[in-house]
Protein backbone atom coordinates (compact mmCIF):
# COMPACT_ATOMS: atom_id res chain seq x y z
CA UNK A 1 0.00 0.00 0.00
CA UNK A 2 1.00 3.38 -0.98
CA UNK A 3 1.08 6.92 1.06
CA UNK A 4 -0.30 9.85 -1.33
CA UNK A 5 2.79 11.34 -0.75
CA UNK A 6 4.27 8.00 -2.59
CA UNK A 7 1.56 7.91 -5.14
CA UNK A 8 2.36 11.32 -5.82
CA UNK A 9 6.23 10.71 -6.31
CA UNK A 10 5.92 8.01 -8.15
CA UNK A 11 3.34 9.16 -10.74
CA UNK A 12 5.04 12.44 -10.94
CA UNK A 13 1.69 14.16 -9.93
CA UNK A 14 0.76 16.41 -7.20
CA UNK A 15 -1.42 15.19 -3.88
CA UNK A 16 -3.54 17.93 -4.21
CA UNK A 17 -4.31 16.75 -7.97
CA UNK A 18 -5.10 13.15 -6.76
CA UNK A 19 -7.14 14.63 -3.95
CA UNK A 20 -9.25 16.25 -6.91
CA UNK A 21 -9.45 12.80 -9.08
CA UNK A 22 -10.56 11.04 -6.14
CA UNK A 23 -13.04 13.95 -5.58
CA UNK A 24 -14.66 13.81 -8.90
CA UNK A 25 -14.54 9.95 -8.91
CA UNK A 26 -11.82 9.22 -11.29
CA UNK A 27 -10.21 7.41 -8.61
CA UNK A 28 -11.83 5.63 -6.40
CA UNK A 29 -11.47 6.49 -2.63
CA UNK A 30 -8.54 5.19 -0.98
CA UNK A 31 -8.44 2.90 1.15
CA UNK A 32 -8.02 4.84 4.83
CA UNK A 33 -5.73 3.38 7.93
CA UNK A 34 -7.17 3.92 11.91
CA UNK A 35 -5.45 7.35 11.26
CA UNK A 36 -7.52 8.21 8.29
CA UNK A 37 -4.21 8.80 6.27
CA UNK A 38 -5.28 7.49 2.80
CA UNK A 39 -3.41 4.54 1.33
CA UNK A 40 -3.33 3.22 -2.46
CA UNK A 41 -2.80 -0.05 -4.29
CA UNK A 42 -0.89 -0.65 -7.15
CA UNK A 43 -4.06 -0.48 -9.47
CA UNK A 44 -4.75 2.91 -8.32
CA UNK A 45 -1.10 3.71 -9.50
CA UNK A 46 -2.18 1.70 -12.80
CA UNK A 47 -5.04 4.45 -12.83
CA UNK A 48 -3.52 7.48 -11.79
CA UNK A 49 -0.95 6.68 -14.19
CA UNK A 50 -3.51 6.22 -17.30
CA UNK A 51 -5.26 9.38 -16.32
CA UNK A 52 -1.54 11.22 -16.23
CA UNK A 53 -0.98 9.91 -19.81
CA UNK A 54 -4.50 10.81 -20.92
CA UNK A 55 -4.07 14.31 -19.67
CA UNK A 56 -0.80 14.86 -21.06
CA UNK A 57 -2.65 14.33 -24.41
CA UNK A 58 -4.83 16.05 -24.19
CA UNK A 59 -8.51 14.42 -23.10
CA UNK A 60 -10.30 16.11 -21.37
CA UNK A 61 -11.32 14.91 -17.81
CA UNK A 62 -15.34 13.47 -18.91
CA UNK A 63 -13.25 12.03 -21.95
CA UNK A 64 -10.66 10.02 -19.60
CA UNK A 65 -13.73 9.48 -17.56
CA UNK A 66 -15.39 7.97 -20.31
CA UNK A 67 -12.12 5.77 -21.16
CA UNK A 68 -11.71 5.10 -17.46
CA UNK A 69 -15.40 3.28 -17.86
CA UNK A 70 -14.82 1.17 -20.43
CA UNK A 71 -11.33 -0.03 -19.46
CA UNK A 72 -13.51 -1.07 -16.26
CA UNK A 73 -15.90 -2.89 -18.61
CA UNK A 74 -13.42 -4.98 -20.78
CA UNK A 75 -15.96 -6.91 -22.98
CA UNK A 76 -17.45 -3.65 -24.20
CA UNK A 77 -16.58 -3.06 -27.97
CA UNK A 78 -13.00 -1.00 -28.98
CA UNK A 79 -15.03 1.12 -31.52
CA UNK A 80 -16.35 3.33 -28.32
CA UNK A 81 -12.90 3.80 -27.46
CA UNK A 82 -11.81 4.55 -31.04
CA UNK A 83 -14.65 6.94 -31.50
CA UNK A 84 -13.34 9.03 -28.10
CA UNK A 85 -9.81 9.04 -29.51
CA UNK A 86 -10.78 10.09 -33.25
CA UNK A 87 -12.71 13.34 -31.24
CA UNK A 88 -9.65 13.87 -29.52
CA UNK A 89 -7.88 13.69 -32.43
CA UNK A 90 -10.56 16.07 -34.45
CA UNK A 91 -9.70 18.59 -31.50
CA UNK A 92 -6.21 18.62 -31.61
CA UNK A 93 -6.14 19.35 -35.24
CA UNK A 94 -8.41 22.27 -34.87
CA UNK A 95 -5.89 23.42 -32.43
CA UNK A 96 -3.05 23.09 -34.76
CA UNK A 97 -5.00 24.74 -37.24
CA UNK A 98 -5.93 27.67 -34.96
CA UNK A 99 -2.04 27.78 -33.71
CA UNK A 100 -0.74 27.67 -37.48
CA UNK A 101 -2.77 30.83 -38.14
CA UNK A 102 -1.63 32.62 -35.01
CA UNK A 103 1.88 31.69 -35.83
CA UNK A 104 1.63 33.44 -39.01
CA UNK A 105 -0.07 36.25 -37.52
CA UNK A 106 2.54 37.11 -35.57
CA UNK A 107 5.50 36.31 -37.94
CA UNK A 108 3.20 39.10 -40.33
CA UNK A 109 3.06 41.55 -37.36
CA UNK A 110 6.70 41.15 -36.64
CA UNK A 111 7.95 41.60 -40.67
CA UNK A 112 5.67 44.60 -40.69
CA UNK A 113 7.45 46.08 -37.49
CA UNK A 114 9.68 49.02 -38.12
CA UNK A 115 11.30 48.73 -34.86
CA UNK A 116 11.13 52.53 -34.53
CA UNK A 117 9.33 53.58 -31.04
CA UNK A 118 6.41 51.99 -29.37
CA UNK A 119 3.94 54.43 -30.64
CA UNK A 120 4.37 53.31 -33.99
CA UNK A 121 4.80 49.53 -32.73
CA UNK A 122 2.84 47.06 -35.34
CA UNK A 123 2.34 44.27 -33.00
CA UNK A 124 1.14 46.43 -30.43
CA UNK A 125 -1.20 48.66 -33.45
CA UNK A 126 -3.00 45.08 -34.25
CA UNK A 127 -3.23 43.86 -30.57
CA UNK A 128 -5.45 47.06 -30.33
CA UNK A 129 -7.38 46.37 -33.38
CA UNK A 130 -9.68 43.66 -32.26
CA UNK A 131 -11.44 43.70 -36.15
CA UNK A 132 -8.61 42.04 -36.97
CA UNK A 133 -8.86 39.25 -34.26
CA UNK A 134 -8.16 35.55 -36.04
CA UNK A 135 -10.57 33.66 -33.81
CA UNK A 136 -14.41 33.76 -33.71
CA UNK A 137 -14.58 30.17 -32.03
CA UNK A 138 -15.82 32.00 -28.62
CA UNK A 139 -12.75 31.33 -27.09
CA UNK A 140 -9.00 32.97 -25.99
CA UNK A 141 -7.17 30.09 -27.45
CA UNK A 142 -6.40 26.26 -26.26
Known sequence: MLSIGSLARRTGTKVQTI???EQIGLMPAAHRTAGG???FRDADLDRLAF???AR?????LE???E????ADNPDRSCAEVDTIAQRQLRHIE????????LRSELRRMLAECAQDTVADCRVLEVLRDHSECLT???????
Open 37 to 39: QRR
Open 63 to 65: AIR
Open 19 to 21: RYY
Open 51 to 53: IRH
Open 67 to 70: LLDL
Open 94 to 101: ARIVRLEA
Open 56 to 60: QMGFT
Open 136 to 142: DHGSDMP
